[in-house]
Structure formats: structure tokens, C-alpha cells
């Protein structure tokens, strides 16, 4: 049984936050959220994406159907199943499989959300293609990622659709290409569910099915948070307008970095809380920063910009967590804890942090169902890969100067990688190097448009630790261009406090899309260049770096050369 969670925080933030929850009781709030009464929020369009306030109960009206699919898939005897999507359509998938692990007699579960070549080939190398399944996942139908991934291994396997299965919009294009090349089968999302908030819906539980979950217990898990956050529950008893209230609160008092912290076993959950977060607060200048995945640290390398949610799994916690956790919560630092009893309570996890970000998207007073910032991105990309497929180039970009094979790309008068670095790194205001020239309140974002990989992110992990540790700022380390659906809306629609590094390589090898002009890596190059624009226009400190050769040895370089900044 899931519990309401602990809250340490002081005694003026405590006051804040009962404010919220009186707010909420005497206006029966909760009611109107239920009720899809928009001027909860803006007023605008929130009450067409409530959706997901009863998917809990649809599902479990028919729920014989999961473990039908499941049963097909053993069937056809698949030895590995490959989800292709993006953003909201993947990463619940992909921590259900990291959680749960593979189960016995169910196939691999593989997750593709990358247009970046190495990527691609990777994943190709790791699956028997002929006996495969892949689940082309788009709410739309008209991503640009879901359709170029279905047209490149739908050549592989050689246009056999029986080997794809199809989550998609009733009517949608995507709906219409699986109809025209007859695959397995087609499962729709429900129109009045975001990407974001879809978990407990098709784009979640037909995956979990396919790899050999039991969909009623995650189900039957949600309908139980889904009763304890009803209007007839106690405001202060509500698990997710309690959870909505602290962190709407604590992000209005400046507390607006949230610092993910998740045990071992279901750590990628993370990366799921990561995306509801910022692309649902992350707009009009203001929102919640999460920061996942940075390595804890002791209480003096942090600022008091925080907020710890720490997601401890009874079955199998850290003790390291632990401490750290306890030395935060004793020097003041805010803390949420959430015991988490094992795998299966995910399916209530899901919806507690969907009622809390909603919740919390009322008190920052934003609409926490739209991503214009995202739409802007994907705008700016489209222009490059429509020009491409015009001209046969993408614009070219002169570098200011090149080191050691890092080029970097931007206004600098700088001519050596470190004084680039100490330049970019240093903040905003006048004043002493570094830490005193960073504003309070600032975060560090790594945006890396290379293949993510155990190698990859060793290095970029070591430096965040490096540049968190230097500066107390928050950091984000993110690879493109999944973070784009996903992050990328608070970086460029939030709070205007971020210094981003974006990191982009040359591709070792470049991979055809059938029927396009364009490659996969033309792709993400357009993706990259689409991000900074869009980037630089919000008035974010930007800087580019690009690395020429092996690209491990250039994050190495890279890496020695930011250290040395920072000393």
C-alpha cells in the first residue's frame, strides 16, 4: 500500500504551503479538477486534456485484452520486442522494462527514441531482426521520429507488418500507414491525454504487456492512489494535491530545482518524473527544474534552490542514499521522501505525479498541458530539414576557433578552450570567479547530441559532479535529441536562470532513411541547430562545442579543459 509521503521542510515553508491547502480546501479545488473546470489553471485549454483522470477505470473495464496481446506475442515466439517513439510515448515503457527487468519467457525490450545514427545502429546490432516486434508509438501519428524509425526497420524486416503493432490518435496518420501495410495490430490513445500524462494508458500498459507484466496489478495499484486523490478524500490526505501543494509552494518561494532521487531498482523512474516536471511547469518564465541522476553530495556543494524528492524502494534501497538524504534533511535542505514498496507500485506512482503536477501547474499559475517551447523547436528543425531536402546541405556554421579537435561555435573573443569555458561558466553578474559571479538560483544543462552510452555518460556525469561541485548550481545532463521532447520545454520556456553547454560530434557513420532525402544524421544535426536557435531567441546563455574524431576521447579533452576553468 502506497503512503502519503513525509515532508521535512522549515517552519516558514510549512506556513506556505498550509496556505496552498486551505486555498484548495475552502475553494473545493479538488472538485473542480475533477469537474475539468479550466480556470483552475489558465482558462485556456486544459479542460480538453483531462483525459487521464479516468483512464485508470477504462482500462480496467477491459482488461482482458492486455493479457490477450501478451499471449499473441508469446505465440509468434518473438526473441525481441523494440519500441520506437519518443518523449511521452517511450519513457514510460522504458522504465517499466529497466524496473521490472526482463522478465522469464518474455521477450528483450529494446526502447529506440534517438534520430542519432550510432544510436540506430546499436540497437540494430543488439536485435534478430526477422524475429522481432516493433511497437511504433505516436500519440499524433505526424512525429517526425516514430515515422522515420517505423520506415527504417520496416525495410529491414522487409515489409512484413505482421512483425509491427501500431499506438496511436483514433484517425491518425499513423493509424492510416498501419492500416496501408497491414500490421498486427493497432491500439489507440485517448484524444484528451497529452503525451506526458499517457502511462497509464496504451502507450504504457500495451508495452508492459508485450514484456510479460502483469497490466491489473500496475492497474489495480493506480486505482488505489486514484480513489485516494477523489474530491471526497481530505484535502490534507490527498497524496497528490499534498505532494502538488509542497512543490508548487517551495518552487514559488525559489526552491524551483527539483533534485530526483531514486533507488537503485526503479532509478529510471526518474527519467520519467523528469519529463511530467519540466515540460508541464517549464513555461511563461517560470516552473520546476528537474535535476536528475546528479550524484549526491555532501550538504556544503549545495544551494538553497532545492527541493529533494527521494523515491526509496523498500526492496531494495541504497544505504548511501540513505545517509545522504538524512544529512540534507539535517542542515534544513527540503526534503520529500516517498517509500515505494516495490515494482508493481509504479502503476500509483504514475498517477500520484500526474495529480501533483497538475496541482502544481495551478499554483505556479501556468497550463500544465500544453509545450509551446517544444512546438518551437520542432518548427526551427523542420525549416533546416526542409532546406536540406531543397538545397542538399544544411546551412553551414563557421567556427570561431578550433583546440585539440573541438571546434566551438558562438560570439567569443576567446581563442583558447579555457578561457571559453571560464568565460561561459562564470554566471551572469560582476564579481568574484565563478561561484560568487553565479547568480543565485542558476542550473548548469549539458545538452549532448551523441550517442548515450555507458561511456558517454561516465564522462558527462564526472564533469556535472565537476561543475556542480564548483559552483553549487543545479546540473542537467541530457542526450539529444530525446531530451527535446521532454526537458527542452522548461529549458527554453522556464525560469531564465539556465547556462547550457550543447555538445554535438561528427558521425562515424551516417544512416540512409528509405523514401527521404535526408539521413538520420542530417536528422539530429537539424534537431541540434533547431534547439540552439530556439535556445538563444528565449535569451539563454548558450554556448556550442563540436568534436571532431573518437568522440569519447573529445568529451575527455573537453572535460580536462572545463576542469581547468574551474580552478
Not at 568565460?423 to 547530441?449: T, V
Request: proline share 5%; aromatic share 8%; charged share 25%.
Amino acid at each position: 500500500m502506497f503512503q502519503l509521503g513525509t515532508f521535512s521542510i522549515s517552519l516558514e515553508q510549512r506556513a506556505a504551503v498550509g496556505q496552498v491547502l486551505d486555498e484548495w480546501r475552502n475553494s473545493d479545488n479538488v472538485s473542480r479538477l475533477w469537474n475539468r473546470d479550466a480556470s483552475l489553471w489558465t482558462s485556456t485549454t486544459e479542460a480538453q486534456w483531462l483525459g487521464w483522470l479516468d483512464i485508470v477505470q477504462s482500462q480496467l473495464r477491459d482488461i482482458g485484452r492486455f493479457p490477450a496481446f501478451a499471449a499473441e506475442v508469446r505465440r509468434r515466439d518473438f526473441s525481441d520486442i523494440v519500441l520506437l517513439g519518443m518523449g511521452g510515448s517511450s519513457l514510460c515503457p522504458e522504465v517499466l522494462s529497466k524496473s521490472f527487468g526482463r522478465i522469464k519467457g518474455a521477450p528483450a525490450f529494446h526502447v529506440l527514441d534517438s534520430t542519432d545514427p550510432a544510436q540506430v545502429l546499436t540497437l540494430e546490432r543488439r536485435i534478430n531482426i526477422a524475429k522481432s516486434l516493433f511497437i511504433v508509438s505516436s500519440k499524433s501519428g505526424s512525429t517526425l521520429e516514430p515515422n522515420i524509425f517505423k520506415q527504417y526497420f520496416f525495410e529491414r524486416a522487409r515489409r512484413e507488418g505482421s512483425q509491427f503493432v501500431a499506438i496511436t490518435d483514433p484517425g491518425s496518420k499513423m493509424e492510416e500507414v498501419a492500416k496501408r501495410d497491414g500490421f498486427l495490430q493497432i491500439f489507440h490513445g485517448v484524444p484528451s491525454i497529452g503525451g506526458r500524462y499517457s502511462a497509464l494508458s496504451d502507450f504504457g500498459m500495451i508495452p508492459a504487456a508485450a514484456m510479460g507484466i502483469d497490466v491489473f496489478q500496475l492497474l489495480d495499484g493506480a486505482r488505489t492512489m486514484v480513489e485516494a486523490c477523489s474530491p471526497w478524500q481530505p484535502v490534507d490526505q490527498n497524496p497528490g494535491v499534498v505532494l502538488g501543494a509542497y512543490l508548487g509552494a517551495l518552487g514559488r518561494a525559489g526552491h524551483d530545482k527539483v533534485s530526483i532521487v531514486c533507488s537503485p531498482g526503479i532509478r529510471d523512474f526518474g527519467a520519467w518524473m523528469e519529463q511530467l516536471i519540466a515540460e508541464s511547469t517549464g513555461k511563461e518564465g517560470k516552473g520546476l527544474i528537474p535535476v536528475d541522476r546528479e550524484p549526491l553530495a555532501t550538504p556544503s556543494q549545495y544551494g538553497l534552490d532545492r527541493v529533494f524528492v527521494y523515491m526509496r524502494l523498500d526492496t531494495g534501497f541504497d544505504p548511501a542514499q540513505d545517509r545522504a538524504i538524512a544529512s540534507l534533511e539535517a542542515v534544513g535542505q527540503p526534503v520529500v521522501r516517498i517509500p515505494v514498496a516495490n515494482a508493481y507500485q509504479l502503476g500509483a506512482e504514475f498517477f500520484r505525479w500526474e495529480m501533483a503536477t497538475a496541482v502544481a501547474g495551478s499554483v505556479l499559475g501556468i497550463n500544465p498541458f500544453d509545450q509551446p517551447d517544444v512546438e518551437a523547436a520542432k518548427i526551427e528543425a523542420k525549416k533546416l530539414t526542409t532546406a536540406f531536402e531543397q538545397t542538399g546541405s544544411l546551412p553551414k556554421q563557421i567556427p570561431a576557433f578550433e583546440e585539440d579537435g573541438i571546434r566551438v561555435y558562438g560570439d567569443t573573443d576567446d581563442k583558447r578552450l579555457v578561457d571559453v569555458f571560464r568565460n561561459h561558466f562564470k554566471g551572469l553578474s560582476a564579481g568574484d570567479f565563478l561561484m560568487g559571479r553565479f547568480r543565485p538560483g542558476n542550473y548548469i544543462g549539458l545538452l549532448a547530441f551523441i550517442e548515450m552510452n555507458e561511456r558517454h555518460e561516465g564522462i558527462l556525469q564526472s564533469l556535472r559532479e565537476r561543475l556542480r561541485d564548483a559552483t553549487r548550481a543545479a546540473t542537467c545532463l541530457q542526450f539529444g535529441p530525446r531530451f527535446l521532447h521532454s526537458t527542452g520545454q522548461a529549458y527554453k520556456g522556464g525560469p531564465p536562470t539556465g547556462v547550457f553547454l550543447q555538445i554535438t560530434a561528427d558521425d562515424v557513420q551516417d544512416v540512409p532513411i528509405p523514401g527521404q532525402k535526408f539521413t538520420f544524421g542530417i536528422v539530429k544535426a537539424a534537431q541540434a541547430q533547431g534547439d540552439l536557435e530556439v535556445l538563444k531567441a528565449r535569451g539563454r546563455k548558450t554556448l556550442r562545442v563540436h568534436l571532431t574524431g573518437d568522440i569519447a576521447m573529445g568529451l575527455s579533452k573537453l572535460a580536462s579543459a572545463i576542469n581547468l576553468a574551474l580552478k
